[in-house]
């Protein structure tokens, strides 16, 4: 395993402390494992098992393999049993202690081409998934909501906590996205109404780190790529828009103190509120880890690449930080040379 990887599970494990042996000897499924969190999540569980827990989870990792992407997880899932599906008919149990459903199509370049199978998998598979388990044995299910929930909030509204009630457009190019997550929220929330299940709500804010794909074109491999490849950074915006990002060993410490200790059918919004940056900051950042390549601002090839998009997005993360006893530790610069290693290392030390 990467020694950044590794580094950072260690960091999880620690901030988790005793709560780790929550999983001795649980069932446990990972949807999307192929994915940016979902390899995370299964890197995870792969040195929990080797080093930490006396009984081992026994682990059931799942991907559809829609985005026919390059797997980086399945090297350290050896021991986990690997299920190519789509849904909760491809499983070959229904019964499982804790799921982490971190399938999604999250990049908004692959879900404006991907709109159904984004629709699919947020609202109507996960509706299908949470119907068919085997309710008696859940003790925690884990549904990754998205900042999105939130669209366009006005200035009033930000930093944005879990109260505001969104500004989203129902039928704009990112509408597959943003509304099926948050009919996700809906179904969460009845679920946990009418059949009482454990269901933990996330909202992660622009969480970054090591198995985030090259290729994936969220704007921080992207900036990376177009260094490494061109020896330029393409600005695709006037620089402006902001994001709070959030690095992974952090977010992951959260999702899983969510999973476990988190309110049922309570969201939590989950980032780092001190890291609000403009796209222009980031780039100046990125370029000066790289050696200070140039930046170029351009306009993207993809015609609706800034399509509702927002122009402001950071968390208000008081209600993680006074329930879960959760507290992001790693700051921006430090994130982004963990993560430049990791690409740099992972694609280009041929
Ligand atoms: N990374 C972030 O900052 C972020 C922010 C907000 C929300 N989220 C949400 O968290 C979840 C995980 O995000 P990510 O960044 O790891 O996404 P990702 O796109 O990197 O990975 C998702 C994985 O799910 C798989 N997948 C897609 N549809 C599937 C299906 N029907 N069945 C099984 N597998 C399927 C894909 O092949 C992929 O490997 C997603 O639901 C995403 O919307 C992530």
């Given at each position: 395993m990467n020694s950044i990887v590794y580094e950072d599970v260690k960091a999880i494990i620690a901030g988790l402390g005793n709560l780790v042996g929550r999983f001795n000897g649980a069932k446990v499924l990972i949807t999307g494992y192929k994915g940016f969190l979902g390899s995370n999540f299964t890197a995870f569980f792969s040195v929990l098992n080797k080093e930490v827990l006396t009984e081992k989870a026994d682990v059931y990792c799942m991907d559809s393999d829609i985005v026919d992407l390059d797997d980086r997880a399945s090297e350290f899932a050896e021991n986990f049993t690997l299920i190519r599906g789509s849904g909760v008919d491809d499983l070959p149990t229904k019964t499982f202690n804790y799921i982490i459903h971190c399938a999604g199509i999250a990049s908004p370049t692959y879900y404006r081409k991907f709109p159904l199978e984004t629709i699919n998998v947020n609202a109507i598979g996960y509706w299908d998934l949470l119907n068919k388990i085997d309710h008696e044995a859940l003790k925690g299910f884990l549904y990754f909501s998205t900042s999105?929930?939130?669209?366009?909030?006005?200035?009033?509204?930000?930093?944005?906590?879990?109260?505001?009630r969104g500004n989203v457009s129902c039928t704009g190019p990112r509408a597959c996205y943003d509304e099926s997550k948050r009919v996700g929220e809906t179904i969460s929330v009845s679920f946990a109404a009418q059949k009482n299940l454990p269901v933990k709500i996330v909202r992660p804010f622009n969480v970054y780190g090591p198995?985030?794909?090259?290729?994936?074109?969220?704007v921080i491999p992207d900036f990376v790529k177009f260094s490494m490849e061109l020896g330029k950074i393409k600005l695709f915006s006037d620089g402006t828009p902001t994001r709070s990002f959030c690095y992974s060993s952090d977010a992951i410490t959260g999702f899983l103190k969510a999973l476990l200790e988190g309110q049922d059918a309570r969201p939590y919004n989950i980032g780092n509120d001190s890291q609000e940056i403009s796209m222009w900051g980031l780039a100046q950042q990125i370029s000066e880890i790289m050696g200070n390549v140039e930046i170029e601002r351009t306009i993207s090839p993809e015609k609706n690449y800034l399509a509702d998009n927002p122009q402001r997005r950071c968390p208000v993360i008081d209600r993680a930080k006074e329930e879960l006893n959760y507290e992001p530790k790693v700051s921006l610069r430090e994130g982004l040379e963990r993560v430049i290693d990791w690409y740099k290392e992972t694609y280009f030390s041929n």
């Open positions: 999105e929930v939130y669209g366009d909030p006005d200035s009033k509204h930000i930093p944005t906590q879990e109260d505001y198995f985030m794909r090259l290729n994936d074109r969220r």
